[in-house]
């Protein structure tokens, strides 16, 4: 069965710092991967997904992820980190089959201090 | 935006009455997911559709009924609320392997 772990509940970084956000997937097939973002009261919004070709993914507002497939991990990355980042971020795995079964992680919330 | 929405976006319903929530989508997206937020578990997968009338369950079905009798409708059914299932609800849909696009939500409450 396919599944998504995202190990830390809540990140804390300083505006202009790096940050990573991390998840880790376990899927039979091969990966699709996605990162979304939720602001308060809102929905969720598409940031990059990984489907094949470079394991370094390019998305909105300046983030890129790192699909790396012998540690099943598919880590969210920004140089510079900004107040307005702080949201709860949301990866998710696809399976590829026939039924397309998109499964999430918990969430973790990131805290961009000024 | 995607062409995605959900109705009800809020409703407040007494324990032990059927609840429907309806997600209407203009994209004609064949794939469509209903899922739930709380606090601490994130977004759980209830039911999925991959198509019409193709339907099946996911991480957290039990009380919960879909349907699915045209392409552009995904209709889940609470089928006697409890107080456990106050929740976000959030349907979605995609088409291939691409992302998923999400509605707005509907906040269920059950007293």
């Known amino acids: 069965a396919q599944s998504v772990a995202q190990p830390e509940d809540q990140v804390n970084v300083a505006e202009g710092n790096p940050l990573t956000v991390k998840c880790t997937y376990s899927v039979s097939g091969n990966p699709y991967l996605f990162w979304y973002v939720q602001y308060p009261n809102r929905g969720l919004q598409f940031l990059l997904k990984y489907i094949t070709g470079d394991n370094l993914v390019k998305g909105s507002y300046g983030f890129e992820a790192e699909f790396n497939k012998s540690q099943t991990s598919f880590h969210l990355k920004k140089p510079s980190a900004l107040v307005s980042d702080s949201a709860l971020y949301f990866c998710a795995v696809r399976d590829g089959g026939a039924t397309n079964k998109l499964i999430f992680g918990t969430g973790t919330l990131l805290a961009v201090q000024p | 935006d995607a062409g995605i929405t959900q109705s009800p976006r809020h409703k407040v319903t007494e324990t032990g009455t059927p609840v429907t929530l309806r997600c209407h989508q203009t994209?004609?997206?064949?794939?469509m997911y209903w899922y739930r937020q709380d606090p601490g578990h994130g977004l759980r997968l209830i039911h999925y559709?991959?198509?019409?009338?193709?339907?099946d369950k996911g991480e957290v079905s039990d009380g919960y009924s879909v349907s699915r009798s045209k392409t552009e409708d995904f209709l889940l059914t609470l089928e006697s609320a409890t107080s456990s299932q106050t929740s976000v609800y959030f349907c979605?849909?995609?088409?291939?392997?691409?992302?998923?696009?999400f509605g707005q939500g509907t906040r269920l409450t059950v007293v």
């Open positions: 559709s991959y198509g019409v009338k193709d339907t």
């Open positions: 994209e004609n997206h064949r794939y």
């Open positions: 979605a849909i995609s088409e291939g392997l691409g992302e998923a696009f």
